[in-house]
């Protein structure tokens, strides 16, 4: 098949200007997104206490409910708790004050804090990969971004499926950079293609879905989308409070009991409650649910809804008899995050994660390459400008990770009551300070410099863990600390993935083409 030239070039040009325009914050978003596959195992890293936590009973989990509502009457409206478990050992229950603020409470803590429990690395990145770190506006933007990037996808695909067999594997390294560097772009972007729809799909879903909702709302529903919303989301049926005191006799033992109970006459053995909401607590009205995850499920997340007071089963979203809204909201979230499977699923959406922040970055560097003076030493200043901004941003954000990792270390050793603000000053200050260094320097030294800068920070994370905890790599294995063991091995190998890039980048500075932005007499035109 050969599409007439005039289409290519349409399609060229489409490909070209939307992944210019979302490459940036798609390459924040997959590289964030990359790290936040591991969420589940950085607050062991983070924090040594963490990982030696002793797993809370029940009964303590029950006096932390207990004091709660006793303590703050809009609990008692809407309160919700983690159940402890392998990955929080420790419970914690969170409800909104009358004046709309979150707060969090532990055994230790019954007042609460706006500040949820273990927040640091894992919600700083999440809030990366999902709104670049912008409140508001920022996930909305993000939407944007994912809907532009999948017209990226399907004008790329365009464009290479005529030659898509015979270039498939195709990787040419030699003195035709931008020959090897197109190669190793569409290798990637092929291969991973139909997880990169899903990604640029479930991305955009979750992103605008309220935005969505509020523009249907008034065209479609009449207004009354958001009375029935809570219907439609959650599982347990709204009931009014009745005023009237509830019998004594409900806890979170008879509770988590039931919902077992009720899951496996679903079929689900191995159904484990992870956390819940509870409604109209001390109400005979009371409602609650009960949210755990199964194995050998797309979205293993299901609930039960019970009568808080009797037990009596009120409705069910188990996988394999979920509504179809259910079903659909719960296998975007689990594609998206990768919360399926097991080990092996969460590293290779590690790999696609790192490979699509690749395939951003390759990308600016064709567009830079193919607009390259080839006669002259002096560059267009459009070419200048944008290798010093993928320079600055993209390499920039690397450090501003591997920074933030190790703020965390100092901060848990030396100001724990500061880490989470801590962390976010050190990321967005390195971050801000690489750009600008960049914008200081030719698009070649700033690459060389930040890459190396890169590499050294990113190998100062173990050694920042080992110092502030003690938990050396060999010594997190010899414990059995499996998941503070991999944080600081894949530091280590990111560590010299940038060293290996930062002497490739100034061997090409040294003996490549010197009319181009990547060499260092580069000067702009």
């Not at 003195?175 to 190669?183: A, H, T």
């Not at 709204?238 to 679903?266: C, N, T």
């Amino acid at each position: 098949m050969k599409l007439k030239s005039t289409t290519l070039r349409t399609f060229t040009a489409v490909h070209t200007w939307t992944g210019l325009v979302a490459g940036f914050a798609l390459f924040v978003a997959f590289y964030a997104g990359a790290i936040t596959v591991f969420h589940h195992d950085l607050p062991a890293w983070q924090s040594r206490a963490a990982a030696e936590q002793p797993l809370q009973s029940l009964d303590e989990a029950q006096r932390l409910l207990d004091g709660v509502l006793q303590r703050h009457p809009a609990a008692r409206v809407h309160v919700g708790m983690l159940f402890p478990g392998a990955e929080w050992p420790q419970s914690s229950a969170y409800w909104q004050d009358a004046r709309g603020t979150w707060l969090f409470a532990t055994l230790e803590n019954l007042d609460g804090s706006p500040k949820p429990p273990q927040a640091g690395l894992p919600e700083l990145l999440n809030e990366l990969h999902y709104s670049l770190g912008l409140p508001i506006v920022g996930t909305w933007l993000m939407g944007i971004v994912s809907l532009l990037y999948g017209l990226a996808l399907v004008s790329g695909v365009v464009i290479h499926l005529p030659k898509l067999v015979q270039n498939l594997f195709a990787l040419r390294p030699g003195r035709n950079l931008k020959q090897f560097w197109q190669d190793a772009h569409n290798v990637i972007g092929v291969l991973s293609l139909p997880m990169h729809v899903m990604f640029a799909i479930t991305g955009a879903l979750l992103c605008l879905l309220m935005v969505l909702m509020m523009a249907l709302n008034p065209l479609v529903y009449g207004g009354k989308l958001m009375e029935a919303l809570p219907m439609a989301m959650d599982t347990a049926p709204v009931r009014a409070a009745a005023g009237v005191d509830a019998p004594a006799g409900s806890s979170l033992a008879m509770w988590r009991a039931r919902s077992i109970e009720v899951a496996r006459a679903q079929g689900i053995d191995d159904f484990e409650p992870a956390y819940l909401k509870l409604a109209n607590a001390g109400d005979r009205n009371a409602v609650v649910e009960v949210t755990g995850e199964s194995s050998r499920s797309l979205g293993p997340l299901g609930s039960v809804a019970l009568d808080a007071n009797t037990g009596e089963l009120l409705a069910t979203q188990l996988p394999g008899r979920r509504d179809a809204n259910h079903a659909t909201l719960a296998a975007t979230y689990a594609l998206h995050f990768g919360e399926y499977g097991n080990a092996l699923v969460a590293w290779l959406y590690f790999v696609l994660g790192v490979g699509g922040a690749f395939l951003f970055y390759s990308g600016n560097l064709l567009w830079i390459e193919a607009r390259r003076k080839r006669r002259q030493q002096a560059q267009g200043r459009a070419q200048v400008n944008m290798a010093r901004a993928t320079v600055g941003i993209c390499i920039g954000f690397c450090v501003a990770v591997s920074a933030a990792f190790v703020a965390a270390q100092a901060f848990e050793a030396w100001a724990p009551a500061r880490v989470d603000a801590g962390i976010r000053w050190t990321c967005f200050l390195a971050w801000a300070g690489c750009a600008a260094w960049a914008a200081l320097r030719t698009p070649a030294r700033a690459a060389r410099e930040l890459l190396w800068l890169a590499a050294i920070v990113t190998a100062a994370v173990p050694v920042a863990h080992g110092l502030a905890s003690g938990l050396w790599p060999w010594r997190s294995a010899a414990s059995g600390y499996w998941a503070p063991f991999w944080v600081d091995g894949v530091a280590m190998a990111m560590a010299f993935a940038f060293a290996m890039l930062a002497r490739a980048t100034a061997r090409r500075a040294r003996s490549g083409d010197p009319n181009s932005v990547w060499a260092d007499s580069t000067a702009a035109g």
